[in-house]
C-alpha cells in the first residue's frame, strides 16, 4: 500500500516542503529511503523503527520503499522522522491518516517515540502556509515559536504515541500558543558604565542613528562593558521584525527558540573565518552578520580578527544583504546590523603617548593597519577612550538604560518621519545628507574643518549623519553649531 505525507528540510533558512511517500509491500523485509537523503535522514529508519514499536504500533515485517520528492533537493536533518514514521504506518495500514490530509509534520523521533524539538520551525510554518497547508504539527517545544506565523493552525505533539488518536479519526496534539516575546528588562543596564561620558554620549548617538561605533582605548576601561549594553538602549524589534529575527534564529539553533523583542548581539571571536562571519561554507550555513540582522555586530579587539574576514564584512555592511553560493545556486541572506568595534591603541595596549609602552614602531603600525583599512573608513563614530578614574570608579552610578532608551526612541521618530519608516541617520543617501538643515554657524564651523584637515566627500558625510544625530537627540531643529561640533569630535582619528 502506499501512503503520503508532507514535511520540510531547510535550506539555509529556507524551508522548503518534502513529500514522503512510502510504498509498503510483500516481500523481503527491508527498508529503504531514497531522493536524496544526508546522513541524518538516512539514519532516521532507526529511529523510526524503534519508536513505532515502542509507541505499541506494529512496525510491518515487508518490504518498506520511502520515497522524497522532489528527488533532487538535498534533505537535511531528522525534522522528517515524524513524517516519515506517520506515512510509514499509513501506508502499513496500521493507522488511517486521511485526517492529516492539508497538514505537515514536523519533528525528530527519539528511540522511545518522544517527539523532538527540531530547527526552524518557524521557517517551516510560514512555508507550510505559503503552500497553502491547513496546519502543521510541530513537537511540543517548538510550538511558541512556530505559531508566530501567520495564518496557519500549530498542533504540538509530546509523543509519537499520540498519533493513535487517528484510530478515533481525530488528529493528535494540543493547539500552540505563540510566545510572548522577552523585553529589555533583564539586560545588563548602562549605569554599570562609570565615568566615560564620552562614551556614553557614543553609545547613545550610535544607538539612535544606528551609527557604526569604534571604540579605541586601553585595556580595563570600559569597552567591551559599554558595548554589551548597548542592545539595552536600542528600540525594542517591531512585530514583524521580531518574526524576522526569530525565522533566523531558530533556522540557526541560537537562543534556545527563546522569542525576544530585543535586537540580536553577536560578538564572534577574533578567530572567525570569512565564512563564520559572513556566511557561507559546505554545507552553507548562515554567518554572524545574519545572526546580527536588526541589531549589533561586536567585534572586539578588532585588530586581533583576520584581514580576509574584515574584508568580507564591507559589501554587506552597505547593501544589508549577503549572497553565499549553495549547492543548488545563490542564496541572499538578510545582513542589516549596526557595527560597533573596540581596539587597543597598540599590541600592549597602553598606547603609544604612554612612556611605559614597548611596542617597537612595526609592530604598532602592523597593529593599527587594521584600524585605517577600508572597513573603519565606513564607520561613523570612531570614539578614544580613556581609564576611568577612582573618583568615577568609586562614584554614582550612571544613567540607567531606560531612559536613554526613550531619547533613542524619540530621535528615530524623527528619523522615520524625514527619511522614510524604519530608516535611521546612518543609511541616509548623498542627496538626502545635502538636505539636512544647518544653521549657519554649524555650517562655517564644518566649512573650517574641512579646510583644516581637508577632509574626503566621505568624511563630510560622516560627520553631517552623525551631528543630525545629535540634533535629532536634542529635537527637530537645524544641526546648531556646538552640535556640530560634538559630531566633528568623533571624526576619525588621524594619525
Ligand atoms: N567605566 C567603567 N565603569 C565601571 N566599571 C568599569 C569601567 N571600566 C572598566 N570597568 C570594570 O573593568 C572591567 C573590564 O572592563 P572592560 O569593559 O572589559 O574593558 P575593555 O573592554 O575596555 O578592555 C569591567 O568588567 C568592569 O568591572
Ligand atoms: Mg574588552
Given at each position: 500500500?502506499?501512503?503520503?505525507?508532507?514535511?520540510?528540510?531547510?535550506?539555509?533558512?529556507?524551508?522548503?516542503?518534502?513529500?514522503?511517500?512510502?510504498?509498503?509491500?510483500?516481500?523481503?523485509?527491508?527498508?529503504?529511503?531514497?531522493?536524496?537523503?544526508?546522513?541524518?535522514?538516512?539514519?532516521?529508519?532507526?529511529?523510526?523503527?524503534?519508536?513505532?514499536?515502542?509507541?505499541?504500533?506494529?512496525?510491518?515485517?515487508?518490504?518498506?520503499?520511502?520515497?522524497?520528492?522532489?528527488?533532487?533537493?538535498?534533505?537535511?536533518?531528522?525534522?522528517?522522522?515524524?513524517?516519515l514514521a506517520t506515512a510509514l504506518l499509513g501506508a502499513a495500514g496500521e493507522?488511517?491518516?486521511?485526517?492529516?490530509?492539508?497538514?505537515?509534520?514536523?519533528?525528530?523521533?527519539?528511540?522511545?517515540?518522544?517527539?523532538?524539538?527540531?530547527?526552524?520551525?518557524?521557517?517551516?510554518?510560514?512555508?507550510?502556509?505559503?503552500?497553502?497547508?491547513?496546519?502543521?504539527?510541530?513537537?511540543?517545544?517548538?510550538?511558541?515559536?512556530?505559531?508566530?506565523?501567520?495564518?496557519?493552525?500549530?498542533?504540538?505533539?509530546?509523543?509519537?504515541?499520540?498519533?493513535?488518536?487517528?484510530?478515533?479519526?481525530?488528529?493528535?496534539?494540543?493547539?500552540?500558543?505563540?510566545?510572548?516575546?522577552?523585553?529589555?528588562?533583564?539586560?545588563?543596564?548602562?549605569?554599570?558604565?562609570?565615568?566615560?561620558?564620552?562614551?556614553?554620549?557614543?553609545?547613545?548617538?550610535?544607538?539612535?542613528?544606528?551609527?557604526?561605533?569604534?571604540?579605541?582605548?586601553?585595556?580595563?576601561?570600559?569597552?567591551?562593558?559599554?558595548?554589551?549594553?548597548?542592545?539595552?538602549?536600542?528600540?525594542?524589534?517591531?512585530?514583524?521584525?521580531?518574526?524576522?529575527?526569530?525565522?533566523?534564529?531558530?533556522?540557526?539553533?541560537?537562543?534556545?527558540?527563546?522569542?525576544?523583542?530585543?535586537?540580536?548581539?553577536?560578538?564572534?571571536?577574533?578567530?572567525?573565518?570569512?565564512?563564520?562571519?559572513?556566511?557561507?561554507?559546505?554545507?552553507?550555513?548562515?554567518?554572524?552578520?545574519?545572526?546580527?540582522?536588526?541589531?549589533?555586530?561586536?567585534?572586539?579587539?578588532?585588530?586581533?580578527?583576520?584581514?580576509?574576514?574584515?574584508?568580507?564584512?564591507?559589501?554587506?555592511?552597505?547593501?544589508?544583504?549577503?549572497?553565499?553560493?549553495?549547492?543548488?545556486?545563490?542564496?541572499?541572506?538578510?545582513?542589516?546590523?549596526?557595527?560597533?568595534?573596540?581596539?587597543?591603541?597598540?599590541?600592549?595596549?597602553?598606547?603609544?603617548?604612554?612612556?611605559?609602552?614597548?611596542?617597537?614602531?612595526?609592530?604598532?603600525?602592523?597593529?593599527?593597519?587594521?584600524?585605517?583599512?577600508?572597513?573603519?573608513?565606513?564607520?561613523?563614530?570612531?570614539?578614544?577612550?580613556?581609564?576611568?578614574?577612582?573618583?568615577?570608579?568609586?562614584?554614582?552610578?550612571?544613567?540607567?538604560?531606560?531612559?536613554?532608551?526613550?531619547?533613542?526612541?524619540?530621535?528615530?521618530?524623527?528619523?522615520?518621519?524625514?527619511?522614510?519608516?524604519?530608516?535611521?541617520?546612518?543609511?541616509?543617501?548623498?542627496?538626502?545628507?545635502?538636505?539636512?538643515?544647518?544653521?549657519?554657524?554649524?555650517?562655517?564651523?564644518?566649512?573650517?574643518?574641512?579646510?583644516?584637515?581637508?577632509?574626503?566627500?566621505?568624511?563630510?558625510?560622516?560627520?553631517?549623519?552623525?551631528?543630525?544625530?545629535?540634533?535629532?537627540?536634542?529635537?527637530?531643529?537645524?544641526?546648531?553649531?556646538?552640535?556640530?561640533?560634538?559630531?566633528?569630535?568623533?571624526?576619525?582619528?588621524?594619525?
Amino acid at each position: 500500500m502506499l501512503a503520503e505525507t508532507t514535511t520540510f528540510t531547510l535550506d539555509g533558512i529556507t524551508a522548503l516542503p518534502v513529500r514522503v511517500e512510502v510504498d509498503v509491500h510483500r516481500g523481503l523485509p527491508g527498508f529503504q529511503i531514497v531522493g536524496l537523503p544526508d546522513t541524518a535522514v538516512r539514519e532516521a529508519r532507526e529511529r523510526v523503527r524503534a519508536a513505532v514499536a515502542n509507541c505499541g504500533f506494529e512496525f510491518p515485517m515487508q518490504r518498506i520503499t520511502a520515497s522524497l520528492a522532489p528527488a533532487d533537493l538535498r534533505k537535511a536533518g531528522p525534522a522528517l522522522d515524524l513524517a516519515l514514521a506517520t506515512a510509514l504506518l499509513g501506508a502499513a495500514g496500521e493507522l488511517a491518516i486521511e485526517p492529516l490530509a492539508g497538514w505537515a509534520l514536523i519533528g525528530e523521533l527519539a528511540l522511545d517515540g518522544s517527539v523532538r524539538p527540531v530547527r526552524g520551525a518557524l521557517a517551516m510554518a510560514e512555508a507550510a502556509r505559503a503552500a497553502g497547508r491547513r496546519g502543521v504539527i510541530v513537537p511540543t517545544a517548538n510550538g511558541p515559536e512556530a505559531a508566530l506565523a501567520p495564518g496557519i493552525s500549530v498542533l504540538t505533539i509530546e509523543s509519537f504515541s499520540e498519533l493513535g488518536s487517528l484510530r478515533e479519526g481525530e488528529l493528535p496534539g494540543r493547539t500552540a500558543e505563540a510566545a510572548a516575546p522577552g523585553d529589555a528588562s533583564r539586560l545588563p543596564d548602562l549605569a554599570d558604565l562609570r565615568g566615560q561620558d564620552h562614551l556614553r554620549a557614543a553609545v547613545e548617538i550610535a544607538a539612535a542613528g544606528q551609527h557604526g561605533l569604534l571604540m579605541i582605548g586601553p585595556p580595563g576601561a570600559g569597552k567591551s562593558l559599554a558595548a554589551r549594553r548597548i542592545p539595552s538602549v536600542l528600540p525594542p524589534l517591531t512585530g514583524e521584525e521580531i518574526i524576522e529575527v526569530a525565522r533566523i534564529a531558530g533556522a540557526c539553533g541560537v537562543e534556545n527558540g527563546e522569542i525576544s523583542s530585543v535586537r540580536p548581539f553577536r560578538a564572534p571571536h577574533h578567530t572567525v573565518s570569512a565564512a563564520g562571519l559572513v556566511g557561507g561554507g559546505s554545507p552553507p550555513r548562515a554567518g554572524e552578520i545574519t545572526l546580527a540582522h536588526r541589531g549589533v555586530l561586536f567585534l572586539d579587539e578588532l585588530c586581533e580578527f583576520n584581514r580576509p574576514a574584515l574584508e568580507a564584512l564591507r559589501e554587506p555592511l552597505e547593501t544589508g544583504f549577503v549572497t553565499i553560493a549553495r549547492a543548488s545556486g545563490r542564496q541572499t541572506l538578510p545582513s542589516r546590523f549596526a557595527l560597533v568595534a573596540a581596539a587597543n591603541p597598540c599590541p600592549c595596549g597602553r598606547g603609544e603617548d604612554d612612556p611605559a609602552c614597548r611596542c617597537s614602531e612595526a609592530a604598532a603600525r602592523r597593529y593599527r593597519a587594521a584600524l585605517s583599512g577600508a572597513l573603519v573608513d565606513r564607520i561613523d563614530l570612531v570614539v578614544g577612550v580613556g581609564q576611568p578614574s577612582a573618583e568615577e570608579l568609586a562614584g554614582p552610578p550612571g544613567e540607567g538604560s531606560e531612559a536613554v532608551r526613550e531619547r533613542v526612541i524619540a530621535a528615530r521618530e524623527l528619523m522615520s518621519e524625514r527619511l522614510g519608516p524604519g530608516r535611521t541617520n546612518a543609511d541616509a543617501g548623498p542627496d538626502e545628507v545635502a538636505s539636512f538643515q544647518v544653521t549657519p554657524d554649524g555650517a562655517r564651523l564644518l566649512a573650517e574643518a574641512h579646510r583644516a584637515w581637508q577632509l574626503s566627500g566621505r568624511a563630510h558625510g560622516r560627520i553631517m549623519r552623525v551631528a543630525r544625530t545629535i540634533a535629532d537627540l536634542a529635537g527637530s531643529g537645524p544641526i546648531e553649531e556646538e552640535q556640530m561640533a560634538a559630531a566633528i569630535q568623533f571624526r576619525r582619528r588621524s594619525r
